[in-house]
């Protein structure tokens, strides 16, 4: 019998800086890429091949759906592992210090993440300013994402 894999780090380490986070944010975005394939063709078979009008309600509804299947991406895995395949690679990983429902908070987290892409950045590299190199949200619901060690 296999012993069960613990997504507790095996020891703390610092908060990751900024380029490692980015690092594996651009390493996810491959994955990210397949998950958009596969949910488009997915809507292909549904749709009986037919191509998604360029304009109009539907299009705003498949968007949705494909911002559904990348945060149902990120979700899984930060629930799962508390990492992503991308963070796997930069070795970091995120810490929570408080438990609460995983689901939800991670989804407020994905939410978080869109709205700092959105922004050009900006409130990633606030995370600079702070003591702990913490976003606003990080601060918030008691995690951070930790440089691991081993």
């Known amino acids: 019998m296999m012993p069960e894999q613990s997504t507790q780090p095996r020891q703390l380490a610092e908060t990751a800086p900024l380029w490692r986070r980015l690092a594996a944010l651009f390493y996810d975005l491959f994955f990210v890429i397949a998950v958009v394939f596969l949910a488009t063709a997915l809507a292909l078979f549904a749709t009986g091949g037919e191509a998604i009008p360029p304009h109009g309600p539907v299009q705003w509804l498949f968007r949705a759906y494909l911002l559904i299947w990348v945060g149902g991406y990120f979700v899984y895995f930060w ?47 606030a995370a600079m300013r702070s003591e702990k190199r913490q976003t606003w949200f990080e601060q918030r619901t008691s995690m951070r994402v930790i440089k691991l060690i081993n």
């Open 79 to 125: 629930c799962k592992f508390a990492q992503t395949p991308g963070m796997k690679v930069w070795r970091i990983m995120i810490y929570r210090e408080r438990k609460q429902s995983c689901a939800g908070v991670m989804t407020l987290r994905f939410f978080w993440g869109v709205l700092c892409i959105l922004s050009a950045g900006l409130l990633f590299f």
